[in-house]
């Protein structure tokens, strides 16, 4: 009788221990499935208030996808950075886990970031690397194709300077270096593919110059401030991606207080070789970024930028979608930051 017990006993024991093993496998698995907290943030290449304002739906949109995906999000903070390189900082250090940051950026900062995917964007009416067809063909406008890359243009606006420069250009004379050096330049942070990167490389390749050489640069915060400077006349060039214009369009007249329109008022003196379009990218460090997380929000913003209503909440970029990007589309990047490097030391 008392062997009958004992074994008895060590049974239910062992059952119990199973059982709670059991249990515990099922916690884990539900936890790995709960996002407590993911941190979202884009870079201010738009001005950040608008940013915040049109993004806001994306936290609703993107919990219902991800659950979809099979996690629970339990919370999305979205933000926008101070600077580009903020971004690249915050994504290094793990305190933001997605990144909305342009491809110079991830390269800058691959050691800390994955990319994931790359965006889609409808194609301008007008594409040259010749300014006098920008010039001729404006304005440009959306159309229907698909676009992986973009241009930096260099703009001159309407002070005196802008368009003795615009007038030399559209007579079919090569701009010297004295003209360029004799301007006032807005330009972005350093690590801006269209607002610095590529119109460091135009100046390198035609003048054998670059930005770090010009007399006078002024490091605009957003391109709504650098419009801004160009409309009032405090700049002569503005350097940023090639639809600017088209982002900017309304506010020329109805903020920055010119009375003809950006159109008749700018005209391109130089473009940019191609730039790869903008990244989703997602932290090395961050707590919640495993294998499987990552493939389910490449799903869930590949869904967004497939429906409508996704579509008007990526348009504060211009973007029109989103296709999985790998780390060697980036490779033309990592030769023009290896070169604007080598260019800064010597």
Same mark, same amino acid.
Do not use: C
């Given at each position: 009788m008392k062997k009958t017990t004992f074994l008895l006993a060590c049974v239910l024991a062992l059952a119990t221990l199973v059982g709670c093993g059991n249990n515990k496998k099922e916690v884990s698995s539900v936890d790995e499935n709960v996002i407590e907290d993911l941190k979202i943030q884009f870079v201010p290449s738009r001005d950040p208030k608008e940013i915040t304002t049109q993004t806001e739906p994306l936290k609703a949109i993107l919990k219902t996808e991800l659950a979809n995906e099979g996690y629970d999000v339990k919370n999305i903070d979205i933000s926008v950075g101070t600077s580009f390189e903020s971004t690249g900082e915050a994504l290094t250090a793990g305190t933001v886990d997605v990144g909305f940051i342009p491809g110079s950026t991830y390269i800058l900062y691959e050691d800390g970031s994955d990319v994931l995917l790359t965006a889609t964007r409808n194609a301008l009416s007008t594409d040259s690397d010749d300014p006098i067809f920008w010039n001729k063909n404006k304005p440009s406008k959306f159309i229907e194709d698909q676009a992986t890359y973009y241009r930096t243009l260099i703009l001159a606006g309407p002070s005196e300077q802008g368009q003795k420069l615009a007038a030399k250009v559209n007579n079919g004379e090569k701009l010297t270096w004295e003209d360029l050096d004799n301007a006032?330049?807005?330009?972005?942070?350093?690590?801006?593919?269209?607002?610095? =990167?590529?119109? &460091?490389?135009?100046?390198?390749?035609?003048?054998?110059?670059?930005?770090?050489?010009?007399?006078?640069?002024?490091?605009?915060?957003?391109?709504?401030? +650098?419009?801004?400077?160009?409309?009032?006349?405090?700049?002569? =060039?503005?350097?940023?991606?090639?639809?600017?214009?088209?982002?900017?369009?309304?506010?020329?007249?109805?903020? @920055?207080?010119?009375?003809?329109? /950006?159109?008749?008022?700018?005209?391109?003196?130089?473009?940019?070789?191609?730039?790869?379009?903008?990244?989703?990218?997602?932290? #090395?460090?961050?707590?919640?970024?495993?294998?499987? @997380?990552?493939?389910?929000?490449?799903? +869930? @913003? =590949?869904? /967004?930028?497939?429906?409508?209503?996704? #579509?008007?909440? =990526?348009? /504060?970029?211009?973007?029109?979608?989103?296709?999985?990007?790998?780390?060697?589309? &980036?490779?033309?990047?990592?030769? +023009?930051?290896?070169?604007?490097?080598?260019? #800064?030391?010597?």
């Open positions: 006032k330049w807005s330009v972005m942070g350093s690590s801006s593919p269209a607002g610095y =990167i590529y119109p &460091y490389l135009w100046l390198q390749n035609g003048y054998e110059k670059g930005i770090t050489d010009l007399k006078t640069t002024v490091q605009s915060d957003s391109y709504a401030s +650098a419009a801004a400077r160009l409309a009032s006349g405090q700049v002569d =060039i503005v350097v940023g991606y090639s639809d600017l214009r088209l982002d900017y369009e309304d506010q020329w007249t109805e903020e @920055f207080g010119r009375d003809a329109s /950006i159109w008749d008022e700018t005209n391109v003196i130089g473009v940019s070789d191609k730039i790869y379009n903008d990244t989703i990218s997602v932290s #090395k460090n961050s707590k919640v970024m495993t294998d499987d @997380f990552k493939k389910a929000l490449s799903n +869930a @913003f =590949i869904n /967004i930028g497939n429906s409508e209503e996704g #579509k008007e909440i =990526i348009a /504060i970029y211009n973007h029109n979608g989103y296709q999985e990007a790998h780390s060697e589309d &980036y490779d033309s990047e990592r030769d +023009a930051q290896k070169l604007l490097k080598e260019l #800064k030391n010597n």
